[in-house]
Structures are given as C-alpha cells and as structure tokens.
C-alpha cells in the first residue's frame, strides 16, 4: 500500500508562506501525488498534483524531491481562509485494485 | 456549472436497514468517486465508476455497493446496517481518473441508530 506521512498540525502567520511537507516513500515511479484541503464542514477541495517536475499554480505550489520520496506544498501567502486540514494523498494496489490514500492530512492554522 | 449534488443531505436509518445514496455530478464528468470519512478512519475511499463501470473498489465489505447510470448520475447502496456505518459519505466527480481535479459534493451524513 502506498502511504503518506504528514505532519499533524502547523500554524502561519497571515500573508506569511505555509509550507507542508508530505513523505511518500514508497510511491511507484508513475504514480502521482496529490493535494486536496478540507475545510471544516466541506467537501475536500482540490489543490494540485504533479509527477516528477515542481508545478504552480493559482493557489498553489508543489515542489517534489528529485528522489520523488517526498513533497513539500506551498501556499505563497496565505490568509484565513486558508485554514483547513490539507491531505496529500497517493495511489497504491489494494486487493487488486488501484486506490487513493488520503491519511490524517496536516491541519493547518492561519493566524492574524 | 452546477456542482456535484448529492441527496439526501441528512439520512437517519436503524441498524439492519439498508440505503440509497444520490450523487449528480458535474455535467460533462464521466468519473465519479465515492468515499466514507469517519473521526476515527478519516477519509476513505469506496469506489469509483467510469462510464457505468466499477473501476477501482475500496476496502470495503460486500454489504457496500454502488453503480453508475448512462447519464453518469451514481447511486450507493449499503445493506444490513451497522452502527459503525454512521459517517459522512462523499461523492466527487471529475472528466478522467479518479484525483484528477476531482470535485466534492457537500455529503451525505448517515447516522446509524
């Protein structure tokens, strides 16, 4: 199965960059990662994915290690509403099929 | 475009009955995902249908189905009720696999009597 590993809490300052990091060491070579948020009583909304390059975009960045066992998302700066508990999530075989696994995710707060 | 519905929004069924769960989603979205977040297990995921086939499946019993319509619009079913089938069930929907920019609905909250 593959599995992530994330901090449980962080907290920022507003306007400041949050950064999360998100282990995955055992991601297949094809496999891509994934962040969603979840806000407090919300669907998760999704964020970005990316494979092997670093991605951006308008409400993100994603930058992966070259050896692909780890990512770090970036929020250049973040406000309030970026409060929410931030899942970064990959694909592993389970039971013969392929399966996303979302994990505890990383509750992050954003404070005045 | 509208959002991913999903119906009904509040359920209340007693152990050992059985329900249906309503998801819509976005027009044009051919893949729709279901998922079960409890406190105590999180997020997980159910199934996932692409074009009215069940292409990925969860760890879930058997007592957990679902299946997908021509129009895309999916529906899930669990049978035999356990308490521990109280939860918050997603459904999301996106135009190719499962994760990719998928869109949430707002849920269906189960709770199992």
């Known amino acids: 199965d593959a599995k992530t590993t994330q901090p449980t809490s962080m907290d920022c300052a507003e306007g400041r960059a949050a950064n999360l990091p998100c282990n995955h060491s055992?991601?297949?070579?094809?496999?891509?990662v994934y962040w969603y948020r979840q806000i407090h009583s919300q669907g998760p909304q999704y964020i970005i994915h990316?494979?092997?390059n670093n991605e951006t975009n308008e409400m993100a960045s994603l930058i992966i290690t070259e050896d692909r066992k780890s990512s770090t998302l970036i929020l250049p700066h973040a406000t309030l509403r970026d409060t929410a508990v931030y899942y970064c999530?990959?694909?592993?075989?389970?039971?013969?099929?392929?399966?996303?696994?979302f994990g505890r995710g990383t509750s992050l707060i954003v404070h005045p | 475009k509208a959002g991913v519905t999903q119906t009904p929004r509040y359920l209340i069924k007693t152990r050992g009955q059985q329900v249906t769960l309503s998801c819509s989603p976005i027009?044009?979205?051919?893949?729709v995902s279901w998922y079960q977040q409890t406190p105590g297990q999180g997020l997980q995921f159910l199934f996932e249908?692409?074009?009215?086939?069940?292409?990925n499946k969860g760890n879930f019993p058997g007592r957990f189905s679902g299946r997908q319509f021509s129009n895309s619009r999916s529906e899930m079913n669990v049978s035999t009720l356990e308490l521990g089938d109280s939860a918050l069930y997603l459904c999301?929907?996106?135009?190719?696999?499962?994760?990719?920019?998928?869109?949430f609905g707002p849920g269906t909250r189960l709770t199992v009597t």
């Open positions: 027009s044009g979205h051919r893949s």
């Open positions: 990316g494979l092997k």
């Open positions: 999530i990959v694909r592993g075989t389970s039971g013969g099929s392929y399966i996303p696994t």
């Open positions: 249908y692409f074009s009215e086939t069940q292409r």
């Open positions: 999301a929907s996106s135009e190719g696999q499962v994760l990719f920019e998928q869109y």
């Open positions: 055992t991601i297949s070579g094809n496999e891509y």
